[in-house]
T-cell receptor, first 108, second 116 residues
Framework: AQRVTQPEKLLSVFKGAPVELKCNYS??????LFWYVQYSRQRLQLLLR??SRESIKGFTADLNKGETSFHLKKPFAQEEDSAMYYC??????????FGKGTMLLVSP | NAGVTQTPKFQVLKTGQSMTLQCAQD?????MSWYRQDPGMGLRLIHY???????DQGEVPNGYNVSRSTTEDFPLRLLSAAPSQTSVYFC???????????????FGSGTRLTVV
């Protein structure tokens, strides 16, 4: 069965520090992975799709099939990056399986 | 283009009451789903639908019913509300086939439900 693991419930950093939000997955097929972001009490928004290899708001994520990881990185955190981040995996027929999320707090 | 619209935004129910959470999308997406969001649990799939007339259960379907009579609407029914159903509920949609799911989901703004 597919599974997404985000080992950190909370990540607290200072403004300007590098950020890495960890995501590991378990899936027997070829994975399609996403990062979603949820700002305070708002709807979830798509941040990144691994197949597009794009950089959004300075965030990047690389799929490492050997380590079954899809960590989200940003070299210099900003206060407006404070949010809940969810890693998600497409499985089956369009079904997204989410990790439990990591709250990122960026302090001034 | 409204995207995914959920109503109501807030609701308080008494134990045993029933209600329907509404979800509508205007993007002609075939796939629609309902998730509940709880602290420390992430998002868990309740029910989903791959097209009108087709629904299936997700990870936590007990206590909930769905139907999909049109492409646009995917209501979630709570049959007899329980305090354990206190949560934030999100509806999401996506195209399938060549147009998706690789583009990911579009989410509604959520319904915050409290059962007392």
């Amino acid at each position: 069965a597919q599974r997404v693991t985000q080992p950190e419930k909370l990540l607290s950093v200072f403004k300007g520090a590098p950020v890495e939000l960890k995501c590991n997955y378990s899936y027997s097929g070829s994975p399609e992975l996403f990062w979603y972001v949820q700002y305070s009490r708002q709807r979830l928004q798509l941040l990144l799709r691994h197949i597009s290899r794009e950089s959004i708001k300075g965030f990047t994520a690389d799929l490492n099939k050997g380590e079954t990881s899809f960590h989200l990185k940003k070299p210099f955190a900003q206060e407006e990056d404070s949010a809940m981040y969810y890693c998600a995996l497409i499985s089956g027929y369009s079904t997204l399986t989410f990790g439990k999320g990591t709250m990122l707090l960026v302090s001034p | 283009n409204a995207g995914v619209t959920q109503t109501p935004k807030f609701q308080v129910l008494k134990t045993g009451q029933s209600m329907t959470l509404q979800c509508a999308q205007d993007m002609n997406h075939e796939y629609m789903s309902w998730y509940r969001q709880d602290p420390g649990m992430g998002l868990r799939l309740i029910h989903y639908s791959v097209g009108a007339g087709i629904t299936d259960q997700g990870e936590v379907p007990n206590g909930y019913n769905v139907s999909r009579s049109t492409t646009e609407d995917f209501p979630l029914r709570l049959l007899s509300a329980a305090p354990s159903q206190t949560s934030v509920y999100f509806c999401a949609s996506s195209p399938v086939g060549d147009r998706g799911p690789f583009f990911g989901y579009t989410f509604g703004s959520g319904t915050r439900l409290t059962v007392v």
